[in-house]
């Protein structure tokens, strides 16, 4: 059974930094390619990253370039979201999801076929 179980969400202050994991069980990172979707309240889903392959990672907004990283832990198939310098304007439930390795990255949310239950991320004072 395939399954994304996302962890690190919380309230920060503007300006802080959280780190959102993403374990995977039931499939390799051989066999899709995880990202990142947002949604904040009232608004659409939205595509924040994608795994490229060989340790590289797209991001699509462009408010999150140069504050938001990726990096995976390949021993216990979980991929993170590094995220610095954090806005209101980043609150959002952050979902990881997975399209099938076949596929190239998109920012296209009806490309994913996997998610996981998402996770609050609030920026406030």
């Known amino acids: 059974q395939l399954q994304l179980v996302e962890s690190g969400g919380g309230l920060v202050q503007p300006g802080g930094s959280l780190r959102l994991s993403c374990a995977a069980s039931g499939f390799t990172s051989d066999e899709v390619r995880r990202g990142w979707v947002r949604q904040a309240p009232g608004k659409e889903r939205e595509a924040v990253s994608c795994e490229l392959g060989r340790g590289h990672t797209v991001f699509y907004p462009a408010s999150v370039k140069g504050r938001f990283t990726a990096s995976r832990d390949n021993a216990k198939n979980i991929v993170y979201l590094q995220m610095n310098s954090l806005s209101p304007e980043d609150t959002a439930v952050y979902y990881c999801?997975?399209?099938?390795?076949?596929?190239?990255?998109?920012?296209?949310?009806?490309?994913?076929?996997?998610w996981g239950q998402g996770t609050q991320v609030t920026v406030a004072l």
């Open positions: 999801a997975a399209l099938k390795k076949v596929y190239a990255c998109t920012r296209t949310i009806s490309a994913y076929d996997y």
